[in-house]
Protein backbone atom coordinates (compact mmCIF):
# COMPACT_ATOMS: atom_id res chain seq x y z
CA UNK A 1 0.00 0.00 0.00
CA UNK A 2 0.97 3.55 -0.64
CA UNK A 3 1.61 6.25 1.40
CA UNK A 4 -1.50 8.58 1.29
CA UNK A 5 -0.13 11.05 3.41
CA UNK A 6 2.00 12.11 -0.04
CA UNK A 7 -0.68 14.69 -1.14
CA UNK A 8 -0.32 15.43 -5.35
CA UNK A 9 -3.60 17.56 -5.46
CA UNK A 10 -5.36 17.85 -8.71
CA UNK A 11 -7.13 21.46 -9.06
CA UNK A 12 -8.47 21.15 -13.07
CA UNK A 13 -9.45 17.86 -14.83
CA UNK A 14 -11.19 16.74 -17.53
CA UNK A 15 -14.60 15.00 -17.75
CA UNK A 16 -15.15 12.99 -20.98
CA UNK A 17 -17.65 10.88 -22.52
CA UNK A 18 -18.74 8.93 -25.56
CA UNK A 19 -20.94 10.21 -28.57
CA UNK A 20 -22.62 9.03 -31.84
CA UNK A 21 -22.26 5.62 -30.52
CA UNK A 22 -24.86 4.69 -32.69
CA UNK A 23 -25.62 2.96 -35.73
CA UNK A 24 -28.58 3.03 -37.78
CA UNK A 25 -31.67 1.97 -36.20
CA UNK A 26 -29.65 1.26 -33.35
CA UNK A 27 -30.08 4.39 -31.19
CA UNK A 28 -27.96 5.34 -27.74
CA UNK A 29 -29.74 8.81 -26.95
CA UNK A 30 -29.27 8.61 -23.33
CA UNK A 31 -25.47 9.54 -24.25
CA UNK A 32 -26.54 13.31 -24.63
CA UNK A 33 -27.43 13.29 -21.21
CA UNK A 34 -24.33 13.25 -19.94
CA UNK A 35 -23.06 16.73 -22.15
CA UNK A 36 -24.25 19.09 -20.20
CA UNK A 37 -21.89 18.13 -17.29
CA UNK A 38 -18.41 17.35 -19.90
CA UNK A 39 -16.08 19.60 -21.09
CA UNK A 40 -15.09 17.19 -23.67
CA UNK A 41 -16.51 14.71 -26.05
CA UNK A 42 -15.36 11.84 -28.35
CA UNK A 43 -17.71 11.43 -31.57
CA UNK A 44 -17.36 8.00 -33.22
CA UNK A 45 -16.39 8.09 -36.94
CA UNK A 46 -18.54 5.46 -38.30
CA UNK A 47 -16.45 2.66 -37.92
CA UNK A 48 -17.20 0.66 -34.49
CA UNK A 49 -20.55 3.21 -34.55
CA UNK A 50 -21.85 5.83 -35.98
CA UNK A 51 -23.20 7.12 -39.18
CA UNK A 52 -23.43 10.40 -40.88
CA UNK A 53 -26.29 11.68 -39.56
CA UNK A 54 -25.86 10.43 -36.01
CA UNK A 55 -22.15 12.23 -36.31
CA UNK A 56 -23.29 15.25 -37.61
CA UNK A 57 -25.88 15.38 -34.87
CA UNK A 58 -23.24 14.54 -32.36
CA UNK A 59 -21.40 17.27 -33.60
CA UNK A 60 -24.27 20.18 -33.33
CA UNK A 61 -25.10 18.94 -30.05
CA UNK A 62 -21.64 19.48 -29.03
CA UNK A 63 -21.64 22.81 -30.55
CA UNK A 64 -24.49 24.31 -28.72
CA UNK A 65 -23.05 23.08 -25.51
CA UNK A 66 -19.32 24.39 -26.27
CA UNK A 67 -17.40 21.59 -25.42
CA UNK A 68 -14.00 20.14 -26.78
CA UNK A 69 -14.55 17.69 -29.78
CA UNK A 70 -12.27 14.68 -30.07
CA UNK A 71 -12.74 12.13 -32.74
CA UNK A 72 -13.48 8.41 -31.28
CA UNK A 73 -11.43 6.01 -33.18
CA UNK A 74 -12.44 2.12 -33.28
CA UNK A 75 -11.98 -1.05 -35.22
CA UNK A 76 -14.39 -2.24 -38.13
CA UNK A 77 -16.33 -4.22 -36.43
CA UNK A 78 -20.06 -2.91 -35.86
CA UNK A 79 -21.18 -6.22 -34.89
CA UNK A 80 -18.80 -6.17 -31.96
CA UNK A 81 -19.30 -2.74 -31.31
CA UNK A 82 -15.04 -2.75 -31.15
CA UNK A 83 -14.90 -5.00 -28.16
CA UNK A 84 -13.11 -7.58 -30.26
CA UNK A 85 -9.32 -7.34 -30.84
CA UNK A 86 -7.97 -7.05 -34.60
CA UNK A 87 -4.66 -8.04 -35.53
CA UNK A 88 -3.13 -5.57 -37.70
CA UNK A 89 0.16 -4.06 -39.81
CA UNK A 90 1.30 -0.65 -38.93
CA UNK A 91 0.14 0.57 -42.08
CA UNK A 92 -2.96 -0.94 -41.28
CA UNK A 93 -3.01 0.93 -38.19
CA UNK A 94 -2.30 4.16 -39.90
CA UNK A 95 -4.23 4.17 -42.59
CA UNK A 96 -7.44 3.15 -40.27
CA UNK A 97 -6.66 6.38 -37.70
CA UNK A 98 -5.75 8.78 -40.52
CA UNK A 99 -9.27 7.63 -42.29
CA UNK A 100 -11.63 7.67 -39.04
CA UNK A 101 -9.76 11.05 -37.51
CA UNK A 102 -10.09 12.36 -40.96
CA UNK A 103 -13.80 12.13 -41.40
CA UNK A 104 -14.43 14.25 -38.09
CA UNK A 105 -11.99 16.80 -38.89
CA UNK A 106 -13.34 17.77 -42.03
CA UNK A 107 -16.97 17.11 -40.49
CA UNK A 108 -16.13 19.48 -38.02
CA UNK A 109 -14.51 22.31 -40.56
CA UNK A 110 -18.03 22.83 -42.02
CA UNK A 111 -19.29 24.06 -39.39
CA UNK A 112 -16.33 25.94 -38.06
CA UNK A 113 -15.34 23.57 -35.21
CA UNK A 114 -12.37 21.91 -34.87
CA UNK A 115 -11.45 18.56 -32.73
CA UNK A 116 -8.29 18.56 -30.54
CA UNK A 117 -8.22 14.97 -29.30
CA UNK A 118 -8.21 11.83 -30.78
CA UNK A 119 -9.36 8.87 -28.04
CA UNK A 120 -9.43 5.03 -29.36
CA UNK A 121 -12.44 2.54 -28.25
CA UNK A 122 -13.15 -0.73 -26.64
CA UNK A 123 -10.29 -3.05 -27.57
CA UNK A 124 -8.20 -0.46 -29.67
CA UNK A 125 -7.92 1.27 -26.28
CA UNK A 126 -7.23 -1.86 -24.38
CA UNK A 127 -4.32 -3.24 -27.01
CA UNK A 128 -2.73 0.92 -26.78
CA UNK A 129 -2.59 0.69 -22.90
CA UNK A 130 -0.83 -2.39 -22.74
CA UNK A 131 1.45 -2.18 -26.14
CA UNK A 132 4.06 0.34 -26.58
CA UNK A 133 4.16 -0.50 -30.51
CA UNK A 134 0.83 -0.80 -30.98
CA UNK A 135 -0.05 2.33 -28.70
CA UNK A 136 2.89 4.22 -30.81
CA UNK A 137 1.54 3.05 -34.70
CA UNK A 138 -1.63 4.74 -33.27
CA UNK A 139 0.06 8.21 -32.08
CA UNK A 140 2.33 8.37 -35.22
CA UNK A 141 -1.38 8.41 -37.58
CA UNK A 142 -2.93 10.97 -34.78
CA UNK A 143 0.26 13.23 -35.44
CA UNK A 144 0.04 13.09 -38.98
CA UNK A 145 -3.29 14.67 -39.07
CA UNK A 146 -2.49 17.28 -37.16
CA UNK A 147 0.51 18.02 -34.68
CA UNK A 148 -1.51 19.77 -32.50
CA UNK A 149 -4.06 16.33 -31.39
CA UNK A 150 -3.82 15.24 -27.76
CA UNK A 151 -3.99 11.42 -27.99
CA UNK A 152 -6.16 10.53 -25.03
CA UNK A 153 -4.67 7.22 -23.60
CA UNK A 154 -5.40 4.44 -20.38
CA UNK A 155 -3.14 6.50 -17.35
CA UNK A 156 -0.13 4.52 -17.31
CA UNK A 157 3.59 3.79 -18.28
CA UNK A 158 2.69 3.04 -22.40
CA UNK A 159 0.86 6.69 -22.88
CA UNK A 160 3.63 8.60 -20.94
CA UNK A 161 6.44 6.89 -22.91
CA UNK A 162 4.43 6.98 -26.25
CA UNK A 163 3.75 10.76 -25.46
CA UNK A 164 7.78 10.71 -25.35
CA UNK A 165 8.53 8.83 -27.96
CA UNK A 166 6.28 10.32 -31.15
CA UNK A 167 6.48 13.80 -29.46
CA UNK A 168 3.15 14.26 -29.11
CA UNK A 169 0.44 15.49 -26.33
CA UNK A 170 -1.18 12.91 -24.19
CA UNK A 171 -4.12 12.93 -21.81
CA UNK A 172 -3.96 10.25 -18.56
CA UNK A 173 -7.59 8.48 -18.69
CA UNK A 174 -9.31 7.02 -15.26
CA UNK A 175 -12.42 5.79 -14.72
CA UNK A 176 -14.11 6.32 -11.40
CA UNK A 177 -16.04 3.00 -11.83
CA UNK A 178 -13.20 0.59 -12.20
CA UNK A 179 -10.84 -1.19 -10.43
CA UNK A 180 -6.68 -0.59 -10.91
CA UNK A 181 -4.09 -2.99 -10.70
CA UNK A 182 -0.94 -2.27 -8.19
CA UNK A 183 1.03 -1.11 -11.20
CA UNK A 184 -1.72 1.64 -12.19
CA UNK A 185 -2.98 -0.20 -15.02
CA UNK A 186 -6.81 -0.94 -15.33
CA UNK A 187 -8.26 -4.15 -13.51
CA UNK A 188 -9.95 -5.61 -16.65
CA UNK A 189 -11.23 -8.38 -14.60
CA UNK A 190 -12.72 -6.10 -11.60
CA UNK A 191 -16.56 -5.78 -12.35
CA UNK A 192 -17.41 -2.25 -12.97
CA UNK A 193 -18.53 -0.35 -9.60
CA UNK A 194 -22.13 1.17 -9.96
CA UNK A 195 -22.08 2.39 -6.51
CA UNK A 196 -22.11 6.18 -6.58
CA UNK A 197 -21.28 6.97 -2.98
CA UNK A 198 -18.18 4.72 -3.54
CA UNK A 199 -17.40 6.45 -6.73
CA UNK A 200 -17.84 9.75 -5.84
CA UNK A 201 -15.40 8.59 -2.93
CA UNK A 202 -12.20 7.35 -5.40
CA UNK A 203 -12.95 11.21 -7.13
CA UNK A 204 -12.12 12.81 -3.55
CA UNK A 205 -9.15 10.67 -3.23
CA UNK A 206 -8.05 11.22 -6.69
CA UNK A 207 -8.45 14.88 -6.66
CA UNK A 208 -6.99 15.10 -3.19
CA UNK A 209 -3.77 12.79 -3.29
CA UNK A 210 -3.36 11.14 -7.42
CA UNK A 211 -4.45 8.00 -6.45
CA UNK A 212 -6.73 5.21 -6.88
CA UNK A 213 -8.00 2.25 -5.29
CA UNK A 214 -6.28 -1.12 -6.63
CA UNK A 215 -7.00 -4.53 -6.06
CA UNK A 216 -5.10 -5.21 -3.16
CA UNK A 217 -6.99 -2.81 -0.59
CA UNK A 218 -4.65 0.27 -0.74
CA UNK A 219 -3.55 2.82 -3.08
CA UNK A 220 -1.95 3.25 -6.04
CA UNK A 221 -0.30 6.54 -7.52
CA UNK A 222 -1.48 7.68 -11.23
CA UNK A 223 -1.25 10.63 -13.40
CA UNK A 224 -4.60 12.01 -14.40
CA UNK A 225 -5.71 14.55 -16.98
CA UNK A 226 -9.25 13.26 -17.72
CA UNK A 227 -12.12 10.86 -16.22
CA UNK A 228 -14.29 8.55 -18.79
CA UNK A 229 -17.78 8.60 -17.95
CA UNK A 230 -19.28 6.04 -19.43
CA UNK A 231 -23.35 5.99 -20.64
CA UNK A 232 -23.57 2.38 -20.15
CA UNK A 233 -23.84 2.09 -16.18
CA UNK A 234 -26.85 2.65 -13.96
CA UNK A 235 -26.06 5.14 -12.36
CA UNK A 236 -24.00 7.07 -15.07
CA UNK A 237 -26.04 10.48 -14.82
CA UNK A 238 -26.41 10.44 -10.92
CA UNK A 239 -22.33 10.03 -10.64
CA UNK A 240 -21.55 12.81 -13.16
CA UNK A 241 -24.14 15.36 -11.67
CA UNK A 242 -22.61 14.85 -8.44
CA UNK A 243 -18.86 14.70 -9.75
CA UNK A 244 -19.73 18.10 -11.13
CA UNK A 245 -20.74 19.50 -7.63
CA UNK A 246 -16.93 18.33 -6.33
CA UNK A 247 -14.93 20.19 -8.87
CA UNK A 248 -16.11 21.62 -12.52
CA UNK A 249 -13.89 20.37 -15.17
CA UNK A 250 -11.94 22.15 -17.61
CA UNK A 251 -10.73 20.71 -21.42
CA UNK A 252 -7.70 19.12 -21.41
CA UNK A 253 -5.23 21.65 -23.06
CA UNK A 254 -7.15 24.41 -20.79
CA UNK A 255 -5.86 22.79 -17.90
CA UNK A 256 -1.83 22.61 -19.90
CA UNK A 257 -2.60 25.96 -20.37
CA UNK A 258 -2.74 26.79 -16.73
CA UNK A 259 0.32 24.57 -15.54
CA UNK A 260 2.20 26.05 -18.35
CA UNK A 261 1.04 29.43 -16.49
CA UNK A 262 -0.55 31.10 -19.65
CA UNK A 263 -3.90 30.61 -17.58
CA UNK A 264 -4.11 32.12 -13.72
Not at 57 to 72: C, P, S, Y
Not at 139 to 168: F, H, M, P, R
Not at 203 to 210: F, H, I, N, P, R
Request: hydrophobic share 40%; charged share 25%; net charge negative.
Amino acid sequence: MQDISEKKVIKNIDFNCDLAQSFGIYKNNCEYELLDYVSSVNISCGFHAGDPMTIKNALLKAKEKNVVIGAHIGFDDIQGFGYRPIELSDDEIEALVIYQVSAIMSFAKTMNLEIEHVRPHGAMYKMAGEDFNFACAIAKAIKKCSQWLVYYGASGDVTEKTGEYVNIPVAHEVYLEKMYNTDGTINSVARDSENTEMEIQRLKTLLSYSQVSNIEGGKTVVKADTIHFSGRLSNSLELIRKAREIITPVPVNYKNACLSGWVE
